[in-house]
């Protein structure tokens, strides 16, 4: 196998890996693991999860945008930096605590421009 492809394949493992990583701290309730028998339970167990991560990549992708904006970034990230860039991070995420959320004010859309 050329190095390339093996580049490819250990990046295509570590997102993952990563992916896996959000689950298992978003759902450290049991061990991680669904302990129900019952299909429907289950079924909704994982798409809680994922709703969860979605979530946390939408809003993680909206900070990562306004800070690129905020420090005059985006024309400055070389091809490596942006590959280093992943809105699954979850450092910043209390598990145990709250996640203050105020429904009757709406993210700031910001417009960006579109690079050509």
């Keep these: 196998m050329d190095e390339s492809m093996r580049q490819e ?28 028998n019952n299909e429907k339970v289950q079924n909704l167990s ?10 946390m990549v939408y809003i993680n992708t909206i900070m990562i945008q306004q800070i690129l904006v905020e420090y005059n970034l985006i024309g400055k990230l070389t091809e490596e930096d942006k590959r280093a860039l992943t809105p699954l991070i979850y450092e910043h995420v209390n598990p145990y605590g709250l996640f203050p959320l105020d429904l009757e004010k ?7 421009e579109v690079a050509a």
């Design 106 to 112: 709406r993210l700031p859309y910001i417009q960006y």
């Design 9 to 36: 394949i250990q990046e295509g493992l570590n997102v993952v890996e990563l992916w896996n990583g959000v689950s298992k701290y978003i759902f450290y309730g049991k061990t991680g693991e669904i302990t129900s």
């Design 46 to 55: 994982v798409k809680s999860l994922h709703l969860t991560q979605l979530s």
